[in-house]
Every structure is written in C-alpha cells, then in structure tokens.
C-alpha cells in the first residue's frame, strides 16, 4: 500500500470518528505526526538588491529568490519552508519589534535550519547573484557563500542553482545528487514581470500585481507562478473576477499535474479545498484536501502536512451546524468540535516537530478556542498558558495580547470573573486603539459580574472613546448599552438617557431591528420604571 493510500484510510478513519490515535498506521515515524520532520528545513528568502543596483533592476533580486526557493524544493533531501510563510512571519515579528527584524530570526523561528539568503544585481552587461548560507542551527559557524557572473539571466540562476547544491551539501547534506536544472520559463521577461507582481502582492498591491501577471502570461502562458498569483487576485474580487480566478485556478492545476509538479499540486489542491468549502461543497473539499495530504506524505514534506490538517479542521468546524434547541444538533456540533480538535492537536503536534515557533502561536489559539466550545476549560487554559509563555520568549507582544483576551474569555465562560479581570488588565498594557477596547470591555465585564459597578463603569467608557476613534460601530453600540444600564445602576439616570439615546441613533444608522427596543427601554426610563436589563 502506498503512503498515499494509508494517509487516507487514516482519513476516513478520522472522520467516522476514531481519532488520531489512527494515524500510528499511517506514513508516520512512530507516534509521530508527520512523515519526513527528520529532514534538513531551509530557508530561501531575504533576497535584496546590491547596493548598486539600479531602480529599474530591483526586480532580480525577488526573482533570483523565487527560482532557486522552486527549484530546491522540488530538488535535493531537504524540505524548503514556503518563503511567502517567511515574508508574512517577518511582517508579525516587525509589529512587534521596535528595530529592524533580521531573516534569519524569523527563519529560526519558522523551523529552519539553514538560510539561503544574498543579493542580486545587473552591472558591465552580466547578471550577478551572491549567495550566503548561514547555518542556524551552529550559529557560531561563518557563513559560507558564493559569487555568480553570467551574461544571461538564466545563466546566472543555473550556476545559482549549481552553488546552492554545493553548499548545502557540504552543510546539511554530503551526498547527494542534485536535479538538473530547469528553466524556470519561457522567456526572461516572463521572470520580471512575475517579479514584480510577487512584490506588489506582497505590498496588497492588488491591482499592480494582476497587471504584471498579465504581462508574464503574454511572454508564457504555461508559467504556473504568473498565472497562481493573478488566479488569487482574482479570488478576491467581483463574482465574475472569482469566477474567472477559479478557472484560472483549474488550468493551474492541469498544468501542475501534466508536468508532475508536486508542490504546485498540492498547493493548488489546498486552495480549491478553501474554494469548495466556503461554497459548501464538502465532500469536494475533503477530497482535494485528501490528495493534497496524500501528495504531502509521498513527498514527505511535513511542513505541508501539517497545512492539510489545518485544512481538514476548518472542514469539520464548517460541517458544525450553525444553530439549534440542542438535542441532537448539539451533539452533531460537538461531534464536529471534537473532530476539528483532533486535526488541530495533529497541526500543533507537527509544528513541535519541524520546531515552528512562530506557527505555533495561532495553532495553541485555534485548539484552545475549541476546547473551549467543547467546555473543556481545562485543556484550554493549560494551552493558553503554554502560548502566553511562548510569546513572551519570542517577543510577540500583539499575539501574547491574543493570548491574554483569550485566556480572559476562556474565565468568563468559567465564571472566573476576578481570574478574567486579571488576564484583561495583564493584556491592557500591551495594546492601544481598537485592541485596547477589547480588553478594557473584557476588564469590564468581570468588573461588572463582580458588583464593581463603578470599576465596569469606567472600563466601559474607555472602551467606547477608543471604539469611536477606530469606528467600531457594533462594539460601540454594546458599550453604550452597558453604560446606559451601569449610569443607571450607580444613580445618574441623566447619563443613562444620554448613552441610550445615542445607542438608539446608532442602531438606527446601522438599520438594526434593536432600534425598537432601545426606544422601549428609553421610554421605561422615562416612565420612571426600573425594568431588567434587556
């Protein structure tokens, strides 16, 4: 039986039910869950222009980057972290960060072993890249780097390629026999014009990224890259943009398939399953997602593994009803839970394995939230606070300030309300504006559960002045609400009217059926009637 074959009877065995415990038959190594995680993880990214470079040649440095990261996927005994999850891991640590992130930080911290990093340029009429590979794992270890000269673009990239091998076979591999070199397109041109479009995507530069797509498809129609990019732009426009990009999408994968393309498969695969999904389709989605984690077993890439089970969890939440008088609907939710849990405890698992800190983060927040939902709140704080101490260590204030709003949640469901009024106050100082609000309304709130109306007061009125400035229409509608009753609660009926009047303007701006019974309630008020709190 192939790999392919026994991830999906583990798959079909996971969604009657079983577990993950199933998975031990499966192309694993031992307990573990994924296939492949003993092997060498690179990292190609941080590509930049020479010093000299001129404007108009900026372009080669990304280009030079997206080759060889495709090419040595596809070629030697290691595993290539994706570098688009590099550029936006790079993006999190700098929203944290007060001075400049380096590449190979954020290359550590995705799980890498080794980074393959340099610069390019075009000068006297010849394409040079130089290369560096800095060994993250023996950091004391000098990099070890090569310079490239040719009068042709693919030249360069060939002997690129070819100095690539050579150092890291003498870093993380002695033996081993390269792929021979494939031309990445048609034409030069076609490499620019991707270039660029992977930079202006890269920027949420959409509409300077579809142009530029455009433009490589004329110099090649088959390069798959070109046409990925302006299929996900398309993705996110009109309906008939969507429809266009979802062709788009299907040609890519015919491509990928006829020419035996693996990483663009199961990519591809992954992204009809989103596709499908949101749709509805499920049983369509399943089966994209199932060849796309078969495809990642056969090559054993644990890296994409992992994304598969991700995947597969959304499915299951997905499937979860969405409402219902409990009974049997609660129970298929709960079903579904407990399914999309397993998946995410096999995700979490995997990035233990490739030892992907940074990918970790969200991994802890999407399995805690759903140990939540079951009312496990035990395994949910234990994976809260495993994630609060990890973002600590790694510097991640805005996601440790996740952390803590989440761990407040989590007390509140508990009715652990002075446990939740400290997870918001150790959040508050972490964070302004609109993430501010959040925690003074979660602060709030255990204030208010725990009789300190003045204290919820306060918190809710804070809320609502940053909730203005950042334009939060519904969260503002509820803090208004809030002090409208608290004013009330502490003796100024004055305020209370005041806050309900402009919650009334602001659920009739927002065309929300409240509308009436804030009036209601206003009138009451009026009346002089001390209604319960609607």
């Not at 936006?88 to 799980?111: F, N, P, Q, T």
Request: net charge neutral; hydrophobic share 45%; proline share 4%.
């Amino acid at each position: 039986m192939t790999k392919r074959m026994k991830s999906r009877l583990a798959l079909l065995w996971m969604s009657l039910g079983a577990g993950a415990a199933l998975f031990a038959d499966s192309p694993r190594h031992g307990a573990s869950a994924v296939y492949g995680s003993e092997r060498p993880r690179i990292a190609v990214v941080g590509f930049s222009p020479a010093p000299e470079t001129d404007a108009r040649d900026v372009w080669i440095a990304t280009a030079a980057e997206s080759a060889l990261e495709r090419g040595l996927q596809r070629a030697g005994p290691w595993v290539v972290v994706p570098t688009e999850r590099l550029v936006l891991g790079h993006r999190e640590l700098g929203e944290s960060s007060k001075s400049a992130v380096e590449w190979k930080s954020v290359a550590d911290l995705c799980g890498a072993e080794c980074l393959l990093i340099g610069t390019a340029t075009q000068r006297a009429g010849a394409f040079v890249i130089e290369l560096n590979l800095l060994d993250l794992k023996r950091p004391e270890l000098a990099p070890t780097g090569r310079v490239i000269e040719a009068p042709s673009l693919f030249g360069a990239l060939e002997a690129a390629y070819g100095a690539a091998g050579e150092l890291l076979r003498d870093r993380v591999a002695e033996s081993i026999a390269l792929s021979p070199f494939q031309t990445p397109a048609r034409s030069p041109s076609a490499l620019e014009y991707h270039a660029r479009a992977l930079s202006a995507f890269r920027a949420a530069d959409y509409a300077n990224c579809a142009y530029y797509a455009r433009q490589a498809i004329e110099y090649d129609a088959l390069f798959r890259p070109a046409g990925r990019l302006l299929a996900e732009v398309e993705l996110r426009g009109a309906p008939d943009a969507r429809a266009t990009g979802r062709l788009r999408l299907t040609r890519i994968g015919e491509l990928a398939k006829a020419a035996g393309d693996t990483f663009d498969t199961i990519e591809i695969q992954l992204r009809q399953a989103l596709i499908c999904r949101t749709a509805g389709a499920f049983d369509a989605a399943q089966i994209r997602i199932e060849t796309a984690l078969g495809t990642a077993y056969d090559a054993a890439d644990p890296i994409w593994q992992a994304t598969a089970f991700g995947h597969m969890a959304d499915l299951h939440l997905a499937q979860a009803p969405a409402s219902g008088d409990g009974g049997a609907n609660a129970a298929r939710v709960a079903q579904q839970f407990r399914r999309a849990a397993a998946w995410q405890q096999l995700a979490l698992e995997a990035s233990l394995e490739t030892n992907d800190r940074l990918g970790r983060v969200p991994l802890f927040h999407r399995l805690a939230m759903l140990h939540d939902r079951l009312g496990a709140y035990d395994d949910a704080n234990r994976l809260l606070s495993e994630c609060a101490e990890l973002t600590r260590r790694l510097g991640l204030t805005r996601s440790e300030a996740t952390t803590l709003l989440l761990t407040a949640q989590v007390f509140q469901h508990e009715k652990r309300w002075a446990d939740a009024e400290s997870a918001g106050r150790r959040c508050l100082p972490l964070v302004s504006g609109a993430d501010a609000a959040a925690a003074r309304v979660a602060i709030a709130m255990a204030c208010r559960e725990q009789g300190k109306r003045d204290d919820a007061l306060r918190e809710f009125e804070a809320a609502y002045e940053a909730l203005r400035i950042a334009e939060n229409l519904g969260d503002q509608l509820l803090c208004l609400r809030e002090i409208a009753v608290l004013r009330r609660d502490v003796g100024n009926p004055a305020g209370a009217a005041q806050a309900l009047r402009e919650a009334i303007d602001l659920a009739h701006a927002m065309k929300l059926p409240i509308e009436a019974t804030l009036k209601t309630q206003l009138d009451e008020w009026s009346a002089g009637s001390n209604p319960a709190r609607k």
